[in-house]
């Protein structure tokens, strides 16, 4: 007899950039994708939308039944706003109501999807520019670090509720479309190309479809409750970084390097997203074998 397919996701947050790729992906590959999303606004074709409200502890139940997979990405974003007192009151909350409200709810439920894959970020390790860093590696110290810390711990939480919980700490996605990269392009309007301090330090990236990949790759592979590192296996710099999507995009740039003390005194804990030297492996992926196909910065842009 053929073994049953499993082939229901839940994209908790699936409304986003990675959820909006992540999803498109799996429909294609034959899923049934859902998504939970605070807004039913944002419909998309072939992708069915329950509504939850994690602050207020509102979800649709039904969410949840005959799923045998659940990915969650929801969260403010990280990067998009200063890091005010209240910004990160709900950069941490959001994390934390999500997860929490998909706890209660899969107890209250009874139901226990086949894999659970929570995503966090590569902020857990802060800043350590002697190390190389692998997913052995425990939380480095900062504000961004002890999110990834509280929204892991609130993560594991689930592992009752399924066979197979994953962690997935990522890098900065490379698409032209998507967060950073469009960010960067957008101050090439301007003739420059801004480079966060020496830019020597490490940025650890993902191309989005090797992202992609990783998701499918754990959802069918990976049976044991696991934590990855979803960053390319070549390690950037940051200025290499930024001169590779100048060169994707043709600009001839003028180069200005913002001293680390301005960016810290013009942005202030915001800064170490871009200024913390992480050198980061995916030691986890390497050693199973996954097909890594976007090697540099170029594929990425060239590739999504
Ligand atoms: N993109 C990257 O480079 C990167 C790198 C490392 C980690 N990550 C993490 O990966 C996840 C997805 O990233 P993304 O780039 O796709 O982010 P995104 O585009 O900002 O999407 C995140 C989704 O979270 C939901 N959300 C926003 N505020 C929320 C709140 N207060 N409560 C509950 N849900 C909320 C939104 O869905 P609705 O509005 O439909 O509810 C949104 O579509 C995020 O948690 C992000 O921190 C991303």
């Known amino acids: 007899m053929e073994s049953e397919r499993r082939n229901n996701v839940l994209i908790a947050g699936g409304s986003g950039e990675i959820g909006t790729m992540l999803s ?18 944002k419909v998309r074709e072939g992708i069915k939308i329950f509504n939850w409200n994690p602050a207020k502890g509102i979800i ?3 969410s949840l039944k005959n799923q045998d997979y659940i990915i969650n990405l929801s969260g403010v974003g990280i990067a998009d706003k200063l890091w005010t007192k ?3 009151k709900e950069i941490l909350e959001s994390r ?5 409200l998909l706890e209660k709810t899969l107890q209250k439920l009874g139901v226990k999807p086949d894999k659970i894959i929570s995503v966090s970020a590569v902020g857990y390790y802060g800043n350590r520019p002697f190390e190389v860093l692998n997913e052995e590696n425990g939380a480095g110290g900062g504000y961004l ?3 990834c810390t509280n929204w892991e711990q609130a993560a594991h939480k689930l592992n009752a509720f399924t066979t197979s919980l994953i962690v997935l700490r990522i890098g900065v996605v490379i698409s032209p479309g998507m967060g950073f990269v469009r960010r960067i392009a957008q101050l090439f309007r301007f003739g420059v190309n801004i480079i966060p301090g020496n830019g020597k330090q490490y940025m650890p ?3 989005a479809k090797d992202l992609i990949r990783i998701f499918e790759y754990l959802m069918k592979n990976s049976t044991k409750t696991n934590i990855y590192n979803a960053v390319s296996s070549h390690a950037n710099s940051i200025l290499d970084i930024q001169e590779q999507i100048a060169d994707y995009y043709r600009r001839k740039l003028l180069k200005i390097h913002v001293p680390a003390f301005l960016l810290r005194a013009l942005t202030g804990s915001l800064s170490q997203v871009f200024l913390n030297n992480q050198h980061v492996k995916p030691a986890k992926l390497i050693d199973e074998g996954f097909d890594f196909r976007e090697y540099s910065i170029r594929d990425a842009l060239q590739n999504n």
Do not use: T
């Open 96 to 100: 934390l109501n999500s997860l929490n």
């Open 60 to 62: 649709d139940e039904g």
């Open 205 to 207: 990236w993902i191309g």
């Open 145 to 147: 670090a002890d999110v």
């Open 86 to 88: 209240s910004r990160k």
């Open 24 to 41: 498109a992906y799996l429909i294609e590959r034959g899923y049934n994708v859902s998504i939970l999303s605070r807004s039913v606004r």
